[in-house]
């Protein structure tokens, strides 16, 4: 499987409900950096890990792809196991829901291999059981989610958007990032219309304008030094800049390929961030690209 990472062109976060999560209005894009997910045959829930922070990730039962695993054989009332081997691309505790990726990557691919065929409504509610970001993993493209941030509807995004991403030293924990932002205070609610418009009209001048996360300020107070890094962007002559999800990746958007790959060699050129990827969107959810008979 192969399971696309995300940027939030709007993040609006509301009231704190009961169960602790907020709730959100945001605009989800997929974009076109990946992990892979694969699947074999195993008595037992496994999984290995390789690539980006592979060292950092849990191999046991916090591991969010075992979680899955476990999960769909419990739904459909089956006694498989699965090897599970992680191709991490996608930053660790980055804001762009790696963790969830990999997620949506083994649901899929434990329903293909063990032929329960769920379907996908039945697949997006486990998804949402394993957290907020894991259903847009499976559904791609660009999407506002609301409630929790698992309510998908599809939204019109007309063109194809060019960014920038760059990788701060350290991940951020989602749940401290929002604690943070109970501590500042409300920011005046940030409305996604902007975003949703300029979708519609194809337009990257007015969405980098437009370009919104109410968590922004919480992730910069947890970590000052992006500061620098999005004002360098700037000034390297991005369109716009967010600070994706929860954070530190920050997302910033160029006026085509060219001008995207030119920012990525100078923001790599600056030495601010830890790594610069490219990535265009929007890009399609988690997807079956190669099975064979073990
Ligand atoms: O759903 P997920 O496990 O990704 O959420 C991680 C943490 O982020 C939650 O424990 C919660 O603190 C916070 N969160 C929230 N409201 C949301 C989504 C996440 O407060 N809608």
Request: net charge neutral; charged share 15%.
């Amino acid at each position: 499987m192969r399971v696309p990472a995300k940027i939030n062109l709007a993040l609006r976060v509301g009231e704190r409900r009961e169960d602790g999560y907020h709730e959100l209005s945001t605009v989800f894009q997929a974009v076109s950096l990946y992990d892979t997910v694969t699947a074999c045959h195993a008595g037992e829930v496994s999984v290995t890990v390789v690539g980006e922070g592979a060292g950092q990730v849990p191999t046991g039962d916090a591991n969010l792809a075992v979680r899955a695993a476990r999960l769909l054989a419990a739904r459909a009332g089956v006694r498989a196991g699965v090897r599970l081997r992680l191709d991490k691309a996608i930053p660790l505790a980055g804001g762009m829901a790696g963790g969830s990726a990999d997620a949506a990557g083994a649901l899929v691919a434990c329903d293909t291999l063990w032929g329960t065929d769920l379907g996908r409504p039945e697949l997006l509610a486990l998804a949402a059981q394993l957290g907020s970001d894991v259903p847009f993993a499976l559904h791609g493209g660009t999407a506002l989610g609301t409630g929790r941030g698992v309510e998908l509807t599809d939204v019109l995004a007309r063109g194809r958007y060019h960014w920038v991403l760059a990788l701060a030293g350290a991940g951020l924990s989602t749940a401290q990032v929002y604690s943070v932002y109970d501590q500042l205070g409300r920011p005046p609610a940030a409305a996604v219309e902007p975003v949703l418009a300029a979708l519609r009209a194809g337009d990257p001048v007015a969405l980098a304008a437009a370009l919104v996360n109410d968590l922004q300020p919480a992730a910069l107070r947890l970590r000052p030094e992006l500061s620098r890094l999005l004002e360098a962007g700037l000034a390297a002559g991005a369109l716009g800049a967010v600070v994706s999800g929860s954070g530190p990746t920050l997302a910033f958007l160029a006026a085509g390929t060219a001008a995207a790959d030119q920012l990525a060699v100078d923001l790599a050129g600056l030495g601010l961030a830890r790594a610069v990827r490219r990535a265009d969107g929007p890009v399609g959810g988690a997807r079956l690209v190669a099975a064979a008979d073990a």
